[in-house]
Antibody, heavy 114, light 112 residues
Framework: EVQLVESGGGLVQPGGSLRLSCAASGFTFRSYLMNWVRQAPGKGLEWVANIKQDGSEKYYVDSVKGRFTISRDNARNSLYLQMNSLRAEDTAVYYC???????WGQGTLVTVSS | DVVMTQSPLSLPVTLGQPASISCRSSQSLVYSDGNTYLNWFQQRPGQSPRRLIY???NRDSGVPDRFSGSGSGTDFTLKISRVEAEDVGIYYCMQGTHWPYSFGQGTKLEIK
């Protein structure tokens, strides 16, 4: 059974940092493009970043470029999102998703507030 | 960036009746490999999104056959042949052809 389990969310002050993790199981992690998608409270879905299977290519939505870094560890079947210089508008549930959305985790809530 | 526009944004439907959601993209979604990466997702209240349809018309495993997708180029449609109570939620189209991938605004389906 495919499972994606996010962790690392929480309350952080504006300008602060947070590192999200996603533990994958039930499939060959190294064979899939992986993504972070977020959903602000009561709002729609926004694709944040993705990373190719070997980590050689990474893409970010403009609003997070220079602040967020996506990475992966294929030996540990894990995906990460390092978030720096956080802003109130980054407040959202962050989902880890496989491929073009075939599987999703349950999400982890990030709240940026003083 | 590719803009995905859904209509309607609110869809009240009587149980057992059909429903249809339209999705238009601002650019063609045909990828260089010949595939069209247009997916449909369902998000039930309090749950993560779940993919229903991939590459325009392919149902994911476990998705009831009352759900169907169609379209090409820039115009796409999700149809539910007979709405059931468990179909309540928000439906999103999503393009995975051009980066950044993007979603439509969402269509809220409710029972009349």
């Amino acid at each position: 059974e495919v499972q994606l389990v996010e962790s690392g969310g929480g309350l952080v002050q504006p300008g602060g940092s947070l590192r999200l993790s996603c533990a994958a199981s039930g499939f060959t992690f190294r064979s899939y493009l992986m993504n972070w998608v977020r959903q602000a409270p009561g709002k729609g879905l926004e694709w944040v970043a993705n990373i190719k299977q070997d980590g050689s290519e990474k893409y970010y939505v403009d609003s997070v470029k220079g602040r967020f870094t996506i990475s992966r560890d294929n030996a540990r079947n894990s995906l990460y999102l390092q978030m720096n210089s956080l802003r109130a508008e980054d407040t959202a549930v962050y989902y880890c998703a496989r491929g073009r959305g075939s599987y999703w985790g349950q999400g982890t809530l990030v709240t940026v507030s003083s | 960036d590719v803009v995905m526009t859904q209509s309607p944004l609110s869809l009240p439907v009587t149980l057992g009746q059909p429903a249809s959601i339209s999705c238009r993209s601002s650019q063609s979604l045909v990828y260089s490999d010949g595939n069209t990466y247009l997916n449909w997702f369902q998000q039930r209240p309090g749950q993560s999104p779940r993919r229903l349809i991939y590459k325009v018309s392919n149902r994911d495993s476990g998705v009831p056959d009352r759900f169907s997708g169609s379209g090409s180029g820039t115009d796409f449609t999700l149809k539910i042949s007979r709405v059931e109570a468990e179909d309540v939620g928000i439906y999103y189209c999503m393009q995975g052809t051009h980066w950044p991938y993007s979603f439509g605004q969402g269509t809220k389906l409710e029972i009349k």
